[in-house]
């Protein structure tokens, strides 16, 4: 497993101008086929290999490159599937923001277009048409270890905060049409309560209404993380 052994070497790689070295693509593919694997996230590493595209590609590189476009949106898939795993967290925007404009004007590239629908999706909220549109193309997904749970996790983030009860049968719709066994296994890890056969109850919203717990979406460390992105382009 990719543990923060790891993380701290990729760190200490990519400090000052190393940053910016292409020698270091290889091994941050690498790793991000390890984070894929084994249910890992650096966001810094993959917004490198981002921003190592956009070099290469204005560049005499970009020749090249543009040959193996194929190979390029397949990372960038990957890299925005993982993105979409930190969600509330903007990471799926920011990553989004550092692909190179010719990636871009090509949205009609049916896996490309797939991730951007599923972010949306999720975006709005529209979470049964998440799971339709993602099981439409599952082989996009499949290698990325936990990446149902994850969403699992934001759209169980999205309830706590939004809801005091729900139907039974609607909770099971929105986490991905789950059977009775897995739906009262998620009810259990967030603490909610079947209180009667159909509804689950979600929370005391009077008691998440109070100033020191309100935190707005933005948070500064996130738009602090968009500047320095930009800042080093």
Known sequence: MVGESKKDKIRDMLKGIELYNPNNLTILLQYL????????YDLEANLTILRLYQFRM???IGEEEERNKDVVKKVIIKILLKALTALPNTDFILCKSLIHPSLMEEETDDEL??????HQSLETCNFEEFWKV?????????NITGFEDSIRKFICY???????TMRKDLLGKILGGLDET???????????????????????QEELI????????????????????????
């Open 182 to 204: 897995q739906l009262k296994y998620w009810i259990k890890i967030n603490e909610w309560e079947e209180k009667e056969p159909e509804y689950v109850f979600i929370s005391n």
């Open 210 to 233: 109070k100033s020191k717990n309100i935190k707005e979406k933005i948070e500064f460390d996130n738009v602090a993380r968009v500047v320095a992105a930009y800042a080093k382009q």
């Open 158 to 164: 999205v309830v706590k905060i939004t809801y005091q």
């Open 58 to 60: 204005n560049t005499e």
């Open 113 to 118: 277009k797939h991730v951007l629908n599923l």
């Open 134 to 142: 993602l099981r439409a193309k599952p082989a996009v997904y499949m």
């Open 33 to 40: 086929d390890e984070q894929c694997i084994d249910n890992h």
